[in-house]
């Protein structure tokens, strides 16, 4: 459709997404952000973001094969 073509020519978006590890719905959002071909994931911030938070981030990003700077929030 029309509407396909025009979205798919523009550039991806940037984005930095905010998440909670104890929320499913973030875990499936990042996998959802991380694979859209419109998306440019800049960074991943993980509130609490203790050491096993960010460890389970970054094991979903290398089973996604993808390099995303991880920060952790309080």
């Not at 798919?8 to 875990?27: G, Y």
């Not at 440019?40 to 960010?54: E, F, K, R």
């Amino acid at each position: 459709s029309k509407l396909y073509r025009e979205c798919s020519m523009k550039p991806p978006m940037k984005f930095v997404f905010d998440m909670e590890t104890a929320d499913p719905d973030d875990v499936m959002t990042l996998c959802m952000l991380a694979t859209h071909p419109r998306v440019n994931l800049q960074a991943i911030t993980v509130s609490p973001g203790g050491p096993d938070q960010v460890g389970l981030i970054k094991h979903i990003l290398k089973l996604l094969n993808l390099e995303i700077p991880v920060g952790a929030g309080t």
